[in-house]
């Protein structure tokens, strides 16, 4: 019987997976989107909702406390400059995870775990943006750019 065994180990030990849910975490705040297997979406739903409600409170223990979790000064920002305002009227529930089938390559569980009212441009924040040449502008560059 599993009794007092609450969360999943996910076949890593306990400084991988602090590590790999802080990584999933940042990766979350910043992208409100991300696809994962689905054990690790299931147990990353409350500890974003944790971070969230810590965020909703803004003082400055729970900005140093959220701090040493995330370890990431703009997603700490994030939290509590945007993320707060945004479910201030919600009491949880920040977070939903869908199931988006089963991975090619060995057959894992998928899953896409997004925030709840996310902003659909937060997912392009680190693409570049394509800048275009024109013909005209080709013929001006030096020749051992063309080549």
């Not at 991300?34 to 990353?44: D, F, G, S």
């Not at 971070?51 to 509590?80: E, M, P």
């Not at 998928?110 to 924040?125: C, P, T």
């Amino acid at each position: 019987m599993r009794h007092k065994l609450a969360y999943r180990k996910l076949n890593k030990t306990g400084e991988h997976r602090k590590a790999l849910f802080k990584n999933m975490l940042n990766s979350l705040i910043k992208y409100e989107q991300i696809i994962t297997t689905l054990p690790k979406a299931k147990e990353l739903k409350p500890k974003i909702d944790k971070v969230i409600t810590i965020g909703k409170k803004a003082d400055l223990n729970n900005k140093k406390n959220l701090f040493s979790k995330l370890q990431d000064k703009s997603s700490v920002k994030k939290v509590f400059e945007i993320l707060s305002k945004r479910y201030s009227k919600r009491n949880g529930g920040y977070c939903r995870v869908l199931k988006a089938g089963f991975r090619t390559g060995d057959d894992a569980p998928m899953a896409v775990i997004e925030l709840v009212d996310r902003d659909i441009n937060a997912r392009k924040v680190d693409k570049p943006k394509k800048v275009e040449t024109s013909k005209k502008d080709k013929g001006n560059l030096p020749k051992s750019a063309t080549k």
